[in-house]
């Protein structure tokens, strides 16, 4: 097996509890545990292959095919970056470049600090307020470089005080 | 009074709650009711703030900031309005809405889509009453028939003959599926139906799985739209609660569960097979067709698949008559459909129209046409399986046929319009990116393919272009639309085939000028410092990373283009405009 069983799998019961059973429900248990743990810990991924009669095999496929589903540990915020149609001709790339260099990290990385994750999807349904970000659970649009770094900062300000 | 504050994803997002939260306390006691709604879609102008007199609307506030709140409670509370005109929508943005036929968004920013009992105000579960008392499956099905109505979801399919196939499938067990996946970047028609009216895509969906014969119904709804999810949630257990949803429905025989599916993230999954297999709990690659859902969906039983938007039509149908909905449109296609207009627009937002408008119709007259008075130069339609229609066909109308004749295709409604500063070159390397890393991988011609298309437009774009370079992505596109095993590979050559068509020659400079014609391939551009402009402040050099800007202080700089990175720092930097790319 691996070499970081470490996780509390105890925090998995409820879920399977519920679900194990129900057929086609593997997405929505990988959904629910991501929730509980931040991301997909390989310990999990095995816990849950066992309960629910698959291979650990298909387990990790699922996790591995929607990008939703993470295999390492995401900052304490997620910055979810829109790269979509609207929001790559209103200028989302030099939104990306701005974001990237302020943090000094790269799409899919974490700052040094683990306060930002940098994730970059297409299309948050937002077009019209183009180019989009999602942070946690706010959006922000019409976004500029200078703006999107001053929310950032904004959040980093807070999080010191 | 009523003051009503549209809260969709980007009424939130533009500040919409802000302003509800700060106009909350200041209107306690003052016998205005304060609510919300969905998406307005005209979101250049969020946050929206309506006042409502006896269900009449006295003025719409347009841009509204949590600083107008006491301006607005002010004027409520002494009943007069016009220190609000200020903040009133104008004549012309209103033409925005008086322009559209709004059949599946009609109740979208109008009412409360939280609230059962606004929907049932709007004849909301009449249609299913309707169904459920006096129809048998096959009248739903007749009547679907004459509406003409065509799936919504991109490929424009008759809805009547899914249902009907479905209907006449051998078993008892049947599934409906409704399709939220909506993947197509730059598309949110569905989310809006759902945030703002999610009422009515159930009622439209009991009234498809009563016409197939399924007792148990799905919704995939995409990972990215968690507020649709919270409102349908909420709209499924209401309907439940009332006898809408579940058992013995309305009093009759007619019994449906439905649940959501929260979908996690894959465009691929927006294909029905993989859609299904995803609804399985298995990674969503295609299955090959035949056969079809309609024999072997879901669990392999029959299932029927339709978009959000095809759902969304249906009560009206059945209430007005499929004739008055075939009364509207072309020849070939019927009724409205409504588009997600962005990009370069100046008025974005959601347009629903009669088929057989012209593209020029929704850009220019309903959307105002390009931002900054720039020149129009493209439209994409359709997303990564679609394609860009340039300035000289704007004249095309709105049906599935005319648009397909372009090499695009009308698509689920994603309308990206583009002005002279988007290349071409590099939005075809935009949807190939999109689709290298969204392909599923189980085909050889779309895995590779597409990368190798990717690869080409790449170099393209840096400058690296080769003679020869159009040939071949051409016979690459060729092979893949012939090879792909499902829509994902076949249609994702259609971008590149559609800017070779109609932009062929900026395909050309870059590769033999190396230039970039729109100015946005950064490997291409050329920086110079305009003499007469620069004031000689030193700030451009002393920003430059690479040290490429030489100058005395106050004296003009210059730039060493053998030195230059290309990062545009000095251009930004400049206070003055001195600094030109070309
Ligand atoms: C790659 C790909 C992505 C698709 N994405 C969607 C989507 O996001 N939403 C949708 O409704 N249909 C999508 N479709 C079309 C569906 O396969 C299917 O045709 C549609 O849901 C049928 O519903 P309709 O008949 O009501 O249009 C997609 C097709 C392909 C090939
Ligand atoms: S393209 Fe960015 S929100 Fe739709």
């Given amino acids: 097996m691996c070499d970081c069983a470490k996780s509390d799998l105890t925090l998995l019961d409820g879920i399977l509890a519920e679900y194990a059973s129900v057929r086609g429900s593997l997405i929505t248990i990988l959904q629910k545990a991501q929730d509980v743990y931040g991301y997909l810990p390989t310990d999990v991924l095995y816990r849950v292959a066992q309960a629910t009669g698959n291979t650990p095999a298909k387990v990790m496929g699922v996790a591995t095919f929607y990008t939703q589903f993470r295999l390492t540990p995401v900052g304490k915020h997620l910055i979810m970056l829109c790269k979509g149609t609207a929001c790559h001709v209103n200028g989302a790339d030099a939104v990306e470049k701005a974001i990237c260099e302020e943090l000094k990290i790269k799409d899919g990385e974490t700052s040094e600090d683990g306060l930002f994750s940098l994730k970059t999807v297409a299309c948050l349904g937002c077009?019209?307020?183009?180019?989009?970000?999602?942070?946690?659970?706010?959006?922000?649009?019409?976004?500029?470089?200078?703006?999107?770094?001053?929310?950032i900062r904004n959040i980093r300000k807070e999080a010191a005080v | 009074m009523r003051i009503v504050i549209g809260e969709g994803s980007c009424g939130i997002?533009?500040?919409?709650?802000?302003v509800y939260d700060a106009l909350a306390p200041l209107l306690e006691n003052t016998g205005a009711r304060l609510g919300i709604t969905g998406c307005i879609g005209m979101c250049f102008l969020e946050p929206i703030v309506d006042i409502y007199e006896k269900g009449l609307l006295l003025k719409r506030l347009v841009r509204v900031t949590p600083d107008d709140a006491a301006a607005i409670a002010d004027a409520v509370k002494s009943d007069d309005l016009s220190p609000l005109d200020r903040l009133a929508i104008t004549d012309e943005d209103k033409s925005f809405l008086d322009r559209q036929t709004r059949i599946a968004l009609r109740h979208c920013g109008v009412i409360d889509p939280e609230d059962l009992n606004a929907y049932l105000d709007v004849d909301g579960y009449k249609a299913l009453d309707k169904v459920l008392h006096t129809m048998s499956q096959d009248d739903v099905i007749a009547e679907i028939k004459t509406s003409g109505l065509a799936g919504r979801g991109g490929a424009g399919f008759p809805t009547w003959f899914k249902w009907n196939a479905a209907k006449n499938a051998a078993g008892d067990e049947k599934y409906l599926i409704c399709n939220a996946d909506e993947g197509d970047p730059g598309a949110f028609m569905d989310r809006a139906v759902i945030e703002s009216d999610p009422h009515l895509l159930i009622e439209g969906m009991l009234i498809a799985a009563y016409a197939i014969g399924a007792k148990e119904a799905f919704v995939y709804v995409r990972a990215e739209y968690p507020l649709a999810i919270v409102r349908l949630q909420k709209a499924i257990?209401?309907?439940?609660?009332?006898?809408?949803?579940g058992d013995n429905i309305l009093g009759t025989d007619f019994c449906c569960r439905l649940r959501i599916k929260a979908g996690a993230g894959a465009f691929v999954c927006g294909e029905e097979t993989a859609?299904?297999?995803?609804l399985e709990g298995s990674r969503g690659m295609p299955r090959l067709k035949p056969p079809f859902p309609a024999e072997k969906g879901y669990e392999n039983k029959p299932s029927n698949i339709n978009n959000v938007e095809t759902f969304a039509n249906v009560s009206w149908i059945i209430l007005n008559g499929g004739e008055a909905f075939a009364a509207m449109g072309t020849e070939t296609s019927k009724g409205t459909k409504v588009f997600a207009l962005t990009g370069k627009i100046k008025r974005g937002g959601l347009v629903e129209i009669p088929?057989?408008?012209?593209?020029r119709d929704v850009i220019f007259n309903i959307g105002g046409g390009i931002r900054e008075n720039k020149r129009f130069k493209a439209v994409q339609l359709g997303g990564p399986s679609g394609g860009c229609i340039p300035e000289a066909l704007l004249d095309t109308v709105i049906d599935y046929k005319a648009l397909s004749a372009t090499g695009a295709i009308m698509g689920s409604g994603g309308m990206v319009v583009m002005d002279e500063t988007t290349c071409m070159v590099n939005m075809a390397r935009f949807f190939l990116d999109f689709t290298t890393k969204e392909s599923c991988g189980k085909c050889v011609h779309?895995?590779?393919?597409t990368k190798r298309m990717y690869e080409i437009l790449t170099r393209i774009t840096e400058g690296e272009?080769?003679?020869?370079?159009i040939e071949l992505l051409e016979e690459l596109c060729d092979a893949i639309r012939s090879g792909a095993l499902c829509g994902l590979g076949q249609t994702a050559p259609n971008?590149?085939?559609?800017?070779?068509?109609?932009?062929?020659?900026e395909y050309e400079a870059h590769i033999n000028e190396k230039r970039c014609p729109a100015g946005e391939c950064a490997a291409l551009r050329t920086y110079t410092i305009n003499k007469d402009a620069c004031r000689g402040c030193t700030l451009c050099a002393k920003k430059c990373p690479v040290g490429a800007i030489t100058g005395a202080v106050k004296e003009p700089h210059a730039i060493d283009a053998d030195k230059c990175i290309k990062c545009g720092q000095c251009k930004t930097v400049c206070r003055f405009g001195a600094v030109e790319v070309r």
């Fill in chain 2, 446 to 449: 779309c895995r590779i393919g």
């Fill in chain 2, 495 to 505: 971008p590149v085939l559609t800017t070779i068509k109609y932009f062929r020659d």
């Fill in chain 2, 465 to 469: 272009g080769r003679p020869g370079d």
């Fill in chain 1, 127 to 151: 077009c019209s307020l183009s180019p989009v970000m999602m942070i946690d659970e706010d959006t922000y649009g019409s976004l500029t470089p200078t703006k999107a770094v001053e929310i």
């Fill in chain 2, 237 to 245: 257990a209401d309907a439940t609660a009332k006898g809408y949803l």
């Fill in chain 2, 13 to 18: 997002a533009a500040g919409a709650q802000k």
């Fill in chain 2, 355 to 359: 088929m057989g408008l012209t593209l």
């Fill in chain 2, 275 to 278: 859609l299904i297999e995803s």
